[in-house]
């Protein structure tokens, strides 16, 4: 077979393939769509919801629908971005949801009357549920999950009147739960604000819990539970630790990373079996009065309340932060006595040296202190800080004997009010010699195309010797 016979039939499959390829994105004719809109294809939510199959998307459009509606089939049900308003007439739930890998994002959810059963969203006995980014109103249980298995419930707001009680709700509540996960949500002017009970390694991540009654409540039987790096501020209560009638299981439910800032009242223990640390951290309490003479961010003596006990109270409130460098996602944490209203990575005037930059609110008089963890690609040794633009001789800096080969800690103080700090660094060889890469690809490709040019000139050379006349 000769040369060009051979690239037609390169040609020709590479053909077929895209053609099985685009066949693929082509709808069939008569096949049904993958989505149905209200009001356009049905005039209610739940008719759509009734119409639709398993796997089916329902949008429904901006404005206010009088309802209350069950799904129990797998859907995804996207509201407009909080204008599409479900209202529930004081009458009861307004999304009950009984099927697995359901979706429920984009909603208003207001009115369901005050009655122990009812709520704004209700997931029973379904696994694998998604409840983001949702504003829930004037409900009795906010978002209740009940017998969930691997469920999120995730960038939700959710409130209710400020005044009076009983007429507040209850926040985000998970019944006899196993690895679901509530991350990322606000939650304010409820009875309690998040709440565990019966709960089985799930996870709470990343919550402002504020103005409510309690804070984090957690109900016996609750086993291996992390609460981590919420924000719990200005509530009456920490929170409680409660043992229900007959069930006192209460086994390694971990705190750690939490910010508990200005609670008028500690935990409301009743019950033993909580850990207060994750080994070598524990939370911040504005309530602890202890020193840090060691310097490293953590309380000298543990922070007692009651019969619970964290061992390493951090100093200062503690944050993660999510920079990019090179394409990939590095995290930065700092626990620090100031207010960061921003965190970026950046190069500096100095070609040779980038900066971790803190954009921060401080109270002036005061003596600021930060204890920055991050990656080693993202600053080079040495290290200097300036604060507003300059570095001053009061300020300290040390590196802390938890650095190591992929991960640095530094600690540093600064007397006075600040307004941008910069935690700077020399470049790492990566940032330095971004062009070095380059040149190895270029010399590879260069390489191959010599070589494939030899082997190409080498091939004629030898067919115009067999065929020289």
Not at 232 to 261: E, K, R, S
Request: charged letters at 15%; a negative charge; one cysteine or more.
């Amino acid at each position: 077979m000769t040369r060009l016979s051979k690239g037609l039939l390169f040609a020709l499959g590479l053909l077929v393939f895209l053609a099985s390829q685009i066949s693929d994105e082509i709808p069939v004719c008569g096949e049904r769509p993958l989505s149905v809109s209200v009001p356009d294809d049905y005039p209610t939510i739940q008719s759509a919801i009734n119409n639709a199959v398993s796997g089916d998307t329902v949008f429904v459009s901006a404005g206010l629908y009088y309802e209350r509606v069950t799904v129990n089939k797998t859907l995804t049900l996207v509201g407009d971005n909080w204008e599409t308003v479900l209202d529930g007439s004081s009458m009861g739930t307004l999304i009950r949801v009984t099927a697995d890998n359901v979706m429920i994002t984009g909603f208003k959810l207001q009115n369901s009357g005050w009655k122990w059963g009812r709520a704004g969203v209700e997931v029973y006995d379904a696994d694998i549920c998604v409840i983001e980014d949702n504003f829930v109103y004037l409900t009795c249980h906010q978002i209740r999950l009940v017998q969930s298995q691997g469920s999120k419930v995730v960038s939700n707001v959710v409130s209710a009147p400020s005044k009076p009680f009983p007429q507040s709700a209850y926040g985000i509540r998970l019944e006899n739960c196993t690895d679901c996960l509530v991350i990322d949500n606000e939650i304010s002017n409820n009875i309690g604000g998040i709440h565990l009970e019966g709960t089985v390694n799930c996870t709470v991540r990343k919550n402002y819990v504020s103005q409510n009654s309690q804070g984090i409540r957690l109900y016996s039987p609750c086993i291996n539970n992390k609460i981590v790096g919420n924000t719990v501020f200005n509530n009456t209560n920490d929170g409680m630790l409660v043992a229900l009638p007959n069930n006192t299981t209460f086994l390694q439910n971990t705190f750690y990373h939490n910010n508990f800032i200005n609670n008028s009242q500690p935990f409301i223990g009743e019950i033993a079996g909580c850990v207060w640390d994750n080994g070598y951290e524990g939370n911040y309490w504005t309530a602890y009065q202890g020193q840090d003479n060691s310097r490293d961010g953590i309380g000298d003596t543990p922070y007692v309340f009651g019969e619970e006990r964290d061992r390493y109270p951090l100093m200062g409130r503690h944050g993660e932060y999510q920079v990019s460098h090179h394409e990939r996602t590095c995290e930065v944490e700092l626990i620090c006595d100031f207010v960061v209203l921003d965190l970026h990575y950046n190069k500096t005037n100095d070609s040779n040296s980038t900066a971790i930059t803190l954009k921060i609110e401080s109270e002036a008089g005061n003596t600021l202190f930060c204890r920055a963890t991050f990656p080693a690609e993202l600053l080079g040794r040495p290290y200097s800080v300036e604060v507003d633009g300059s570095r001053n001789p009061d300020t300290m800096l040390n590196e802390l004997s938890r650095s190591n080969s992929t991960h640095v800690v530094l600690y540093f103080t600064h007397s006075g009010s600040a307004h941008t700090i910069m935690l700077i660094g020399a470049s790492t060889a990566e940032d330095q010699s971004p062009i070095i890469p380059y040149l190895v690809i270029a010399a590879v490709l260069g390489t191959g195309l010599a070589i494939a040019v030899l082997i190409l000139w080498r091939g004629r050379r030898k067919h115009a010797k067999e065929h020289r006349p």
